[in-house]
């Protein structure tokens, strides 16, 4: 495993947790039931909160690379430069 790929995979596996943490706090609580376009698509504070910790500490530490976000909906697209250094390929 490259040091690049060794680095994102403890940065992931750290924002993860604490993302967990904050969807575990969710758990056997009450809390707010929003819902999303489509059908039976519900979300909660919690999916929220922990979907912002996961943004924030990526566009920190990686400014340059790019989200798709399932709870808000948002997205940038990914420069050509970082889609290659993960591995995808162009089809153009």
Known sequence: MTKIIKEWVSFATEVALLAG?????G??????????PGKQNLVTEYDRASEDLLITAIKSRYPTLSIIAEESGSYILVP???A???????TT
Request: proline fraction near 0%; avoid cysteine.
């Open 21 to 25: 943490d904050i969807l575990k706090k």
């Open 27 to 36: 758990f056997d609580s009450q809390f707010m039931i929003g819902s999303k």
């Open 80 to 82: 050509i430069q970082t």
């Open 84 to 90: 290659s250094l993960m591995g995808f390929k162009s």
